[in-house]
T-cell receptor, first 116, second 115 residues
Framework: DTEVTQTPKHLVMGMTNKKSLKCEQH?????MYWYKQKAKKPPELMFV???????INESVPSRFSPECPNSSLLNLHLHALQPEDSALYLC???????????????FGPGTRLTVT | AQKITQTQPGMFVQEKEAVTLDCTYD???????LFWYKQPSSGEMIFLIY??????QNATEGRYSLNFQKARKSANLVISASQLGDSAMYFC????????????FGGGTRVLVKP
């Protein structure tokens, strides 16, 4: 299984809603990532979990709250978002064992989020 | 200063021809990795090829090869024998290993393969 799955594929939410994005991988990867990507722009790193611990938070507003319940699962909890938060949210994972197959990040298909 | 620069916002290429996508990077670290990803209109980022800073040989993966010129800090992607399915956005990215797991992306190059 060389796949990262993300649910839902699409999400429309109001500014007062609370929702969660889910990401799962069963490749035994030890690092998992959340990225935000606006149209025609590169992905921007939001959070990194390494061995289930938050290792990088790129000064993301607190309305985004990550959670890593176990080594296979990564959630992104959303609350009181703004319309400018509408974007493609990508999850990724990497093995972190070195060499060619150690550092590449495998990406999920993303969740297209629209905040109304 | 930008860490990863892709100077070609968009390119047309004829089917079956080769195309070179430019990427220059900026780092003072000795240990780093360079990656190329493809992003079709569906949105998923697909890993293509990796080059480590200590790798002496240029990386190759099927029709993809990476022209690594360390002194010039460039890591150009060459796609040989272009196919219609190669039409996509291509991102160059760098990881500086002293900075942890962070991957920094360039602005991307959109490639359109013409039949």
């Amino acid at each position: 299984d060389t796949e990262v799955t993300q649910t839902p594929k699409h999400l429309v939410m109001g500014m007062t809603n609370k929702k969660s994005l889910k990401c799962e991988q069963h490749m035994g990867h030890r690092a998992m990532y959340w990225y935000k990507q606006k149209a025609k722009k590169p992905p921007e790193l939001m959070f990194v979990y390494s061995y289930e611990k938050l290792s990088i938070n790129e000064s993301v507003p607190s309305r985004f709250s990550p959670e890593c319940p176990n080594s296979s699962l990564l959630n992104l909890h959303l609350h009181a978002l703004q319309p400018e938060d509408s974007a493609l949210y990508l999850c990724a994972s990497s093995q972190e064992t070195g060499g060619k197959s150690g550092y590449e990040q495998y990406f999920g298909p993303g969740t297209r989020l629209t905040v109304t | 200063a930008q860490k990863i620069t892709q100077t070609q916002p968009g390119m047309f290429v004829q089917e079956k021809e080769a195309v070179t996508l430019d990427c220059t990077y900026d780092t003072s670290d000795q240990s780093y990795g360079l990656f190329w990803y493809k992003q079709p209109s569906s949105g998923e980022m697909i890993f293509l090829i990796y080059q480590g800073s200590y790798d002496e040989q240029n990386a190759t993966e099927g029709r993809y090869s990476l022209n690594f010129q360390k002194a010039r800090k460039s890591a150009n992607l060459v796609i040989s024998a272009s196919q219609l399915g190669d039409s996509a956005m291509y991102f160059c990215a760098m990881r500086e290993f002293l900075a942890g797991n962070k991957l920094t992306f360039g602005g991307g190059t959109r490639v359109l393969v013409k039949p």
